[in-house]
C-alpha cells in the first residue's frame, strides 16, 4: 500500500460560524469567543483545533500531498478532488495519469507522486461538527467567577467565605476532550474507517 510522505494545506479564506441558539439566523459563536477577553482564542483558533483532531475539512482550500508508492493510495483527509498528479522522475516532477480506484483513491507504482488540488466541502459542517466547534469555543471562553482561566490549576474567590475550584493543569491541551466535542467529532476522525 502506498503512503503519504507529506502534506501541505492552507487554511480556507474563512471557517464556519456556526448559530449557538437554534434557530437562530445569525451567526454569535465568534461574538462570544471576543467577549472572553483573550485576543488568541478566534474561531480561527476553535476550528484549526478541531481539524487537528479530525480527518475532514469544511470550507474548501487548497492541498499538496507528496505520496510513495506502490499500491494504492487514498487521501488522508477528504474530501479531496486532484488537479494535478505529478510522479517524480529523472530529478523532476513530469505529469502522471494513475488509474483510479473504486475507493477514491488512486494506483500508483513505484515512484514519488505529488497530488495537489482542492481540500474540503463547500457545504456547512453537519450538526454534530458545528456542536463540538461550539462546546470547544465555549469551554476555552469560560470565564466565570468559579472556573478556573485555561491552563490554571487553581482559583479561588473570597469574601469571608472562600470558594474555590481545581482544573487540571492540561485542561487547555485536552479541551477537545474535557469539552464533549471528542465525542461529538469520534465519526469524524479517519477517512476510511476499513483502512
Known amino acids: 500500500m502506498s503512503h503519504t510522505l507529506s502534506f501541505r494545506e492552507d487554511p480556507p479564506p474563512a471557517y464556519?460560524?456556526?448559530p449557538t441558539e437554534p434557530p437562530a439566523a445569525t451567526p454569535v459563536l465568534s461574538t462570544e469567543l471576543a467577549a472572553s477577553g483573550?485576543?488568541?482564542?478566534?474561531?480561527?483558533?476553535?476550528?484549526?483545533?478541531?481539524?487537528?483532531?479530525?480527518?475532514f475539512r469544511w470550507g474548501e482550500r487548497s492541498a499538496v500531498f507528496i505520496v510513495e508508492g506502490p499500491g494504492e493510495w487514498l487521501p488522508d483527509a477528504a474530501p479531496f478532488v486532484a488537479s494535478t498528479i505529478e510522479r517524480w522522475e529523472d530529478g523532476a516532477w513530469i505529469a502522471a495519469t494513475p488509474d483510479p480506484t473504486p475507493l477514491g483513491g488512486w494506483l500508483l507504482d513505484g515512484f514519488q507522486y505529488r497530488l495537489a488540488g482542492t481540500l474540503g466541502s463547500a457545504?456547512?459542517?453537519?450538526?454534530a461538527v458545528q456542536?463540538?466547534?461550539?462546546r470547544l469555543a465555549r469551554f476555552l471562553a469560560a470565564?466565570?467567577?468559579?472556573?478556573?482561566?485555561?491552563?490554571?490549576?487553581?482559583?479561588?474567590?473570597?469574601?469571608?467565605?472562600?470558594?474555590g475550584a481545581k482544573a487540571p493543569a492540561a485542561r487547555v491541551a485536552k479541551a477537545i476532550h474535557y469539552s464533549g466535542a471528542a465525542d461529538l467529532l469520534r465519526p469524524y476522525r479517519q477517512v476510511h474507517q476499513n483502512s
Not at 483573550?38 to 484549526?48: F, G, I, K, N
Not at 457545504?123 to 450538526?127: I, L, R, S
Open 38 to 55: 483573550d485576543p488568541s482564542l478566534t474561531l480561527d483558533a476553535v476550528w484549526q483545533r478541531i481539524e487537528a483532531w479530525i480527518a
Open 123 to 127: 457545504d456547512e459542517p453537519p450538526a
Open 16 to 18: 464556519f460560524d456556526p
Open 131 to 134: 456542536a463540538a466547534a461550539i
Open 143 to 163: 470565564r466565570d467567577g468559579l472556573t478556573p482561566r485555561p491552563g490554571t490549576t487553581e482559583h479561588s474567590i473570597g469574601a469571608g467565605v472562600t470558594i
